[in-house]
């Protein structure tokens, strides 16, 4: 089946390598906004299935969402929000669902889709299992990037399901950047169905969610302290848990048969969630521009298929310059053909050492960096 205009990301086998294919045409919708270069976008990451797909009709996050995408991650925008400050994007993902990985079917992938192959894959001890790397490009890839990470119970196991994952996430995959400062970490929602009213609320069903996750944690790599008092490893787990994420919330679903003013609350709860983190994420200066948003992604995308021990680093990456042409020297006749010799050495010099030295990057990301590096090191 021919990808939509939506498809971000598939999995593909290849003759030799495993390959993450990205997909240019979902950038397409940030031609839309006003200004790519002012605005910056606000992504909710949700992971499920069916039960993600109901949900996200419910909530009007996209009329136009398939009923499957198995094997793919969809990035679309909310078109009500192409002219606000920060642009709604819904990563839509069930990469994790298929129990193989497709093989390509071209040698030549078509213009809008690069390959990079996973290097690391044949190094790794558990081999091409689509779920678990689906898993690890949620993780690390799409959770720098995301505002909320919004879990699916009902599509995943239920809690103890999403507790089994988030448990993995934590203590196998866990490397988050070390330049994004804590206010600005993901938060997690996890939504399940609560048609019998049994976890009431938020504080009751994310206490017991809590005490699962500590349970799954444990049951998967061994106690998480050393010690034996139960108190020492809630710290220890809350630790590691405020170094992944800014918090985790359960959110009981009403039944699909309800008001739609009851699905408005759940709408407005997750839009406020997200807001509020993207302030945050714009207060310590990494609320990125759409063009830099893209050729972020773009770059921790070459970062994770070469190397997945070390965390993607976006001030580092903010420092590797776009390749000089090839044709450099033939630019540089033709503008100095175009100087008087008394111009040269006060216009053409510093305009020549400009455009090489700065404007090679792009526009702004000397000054975004550096506040980010500041606003890392006082955090």
Known sequence: MAPSDSTWLTLRAGLKDLMLQEHHRPYASFNNFTSRDSQSPQMITLIGQHSKTLVMRKLRFDPRAQESIAGEIHLRCDSDTLRQSSPRLFADCELHIPDRIDKIETDRPSGDVLRRPLLWNKRVEFGADPTIIAHMIYAKLLAPFSTLLCFFADDLGGLVGVAGTLAVWLMNFSNRSVDIPAPAYPRVLVLVSDNENILQNETRATKMFMTQLRREAERKIGNISKHANGRARKGELDRILAQQFGSIRVVPLPDPKSPARTWQAIRARIFRDSDELQMR????????????????????????????????????????????????????????????PSQILHFAVPVIASALAFDSYLPGMHRRMTLTFLSVNIH
């Not at 976006?314 to 390749?323: E, G, L, T, V």
């Open 281 to 340: 994420r714009s207060e310590s200066y990494i609320a990125f521009s759409a063009r830099h948003f893209r050729t972020f992604f773009q770059l921790a995308s070459d970062h994770f298929c070469s190397d997945i021990i070390s965390p993607f680093n976006f001030i580092k990456a903010s420092r590797i310059p776009n390749p000089v042409s090839s044709e450099i020297s033939s630019h540089l006749n033709t503008f100095l053909m175009q100087v008087g």
